[in-house]
């Protein structure tokens, strides 16, 4: 979140510009990371929980899909090949974009060799609903 205090009141007052009557504020706006510059996001379109399954953008394979042993989850294995520099933080996401809830944390790999980045997600139960991954690269502070 960002804070933006306005120069208003007795600081204008000070300067000869309006009257000690009005009051500084302060203004709080949402950001994301979009917003920010020098933030890029790249998105692998609609991926099936189907192994084999390449999606349209990014090249992003779904490499395998495996049901857990007590099948209340799909354990899927998916390849970008893509800068892993590009991927400091990586979700995912339904088509529509709403957070998708996992079963436990990604695992990410990065190949750096082959420019490649490898994520392995636990979805909950045997859905076929398909998902997105998004991968947004933050410049270093």
């Not at 996001?41 to 899909?65: F, I, M, R, W």
């Not at 529509?96 to 979805?123: H, M, T």
Request: net charge negative; no cysteine; charged share 25%.
């Amino acid at each position: 979140m960002l804070k933006f205090h306005s120069v208003t009141g007795f600081s204008l007052l000070l300067m000869g510009m309006f009257a000690p009557s009005m009051a500084q504020e302060t203004i709080e706006m949402e950001t994301n990371e979009t917003s920010l510059p020098d933030v890029k996001v790249l998105e692998t379109g609609l991926l099936k929980n189907v192994a084999g399954h390449q999606g349209d953008v990014l090249g992003a394979e779904v490499t395998s899909v495996t049901i857990t042993d007590d099948g209340r989850s799909e354990l899927i294995e998916v390849s970008i090949p893509v800068d892993p520099e590009l991927a400091d933080r990586v979700s995912v996401e339904s088509l529509s974009g709403q957070p998708i809830k996992l079963k436990k944390p990604l695992e990410i790999s990065r190949d750096y060799e082959n420019n490649n980045v490898g994520i392995i997600l636990k979805l909950p139960g045997k859905s076929k609903m398909g998902f997105k991954i998004r991968l947004t690269d933050v410049p270093d502070e």
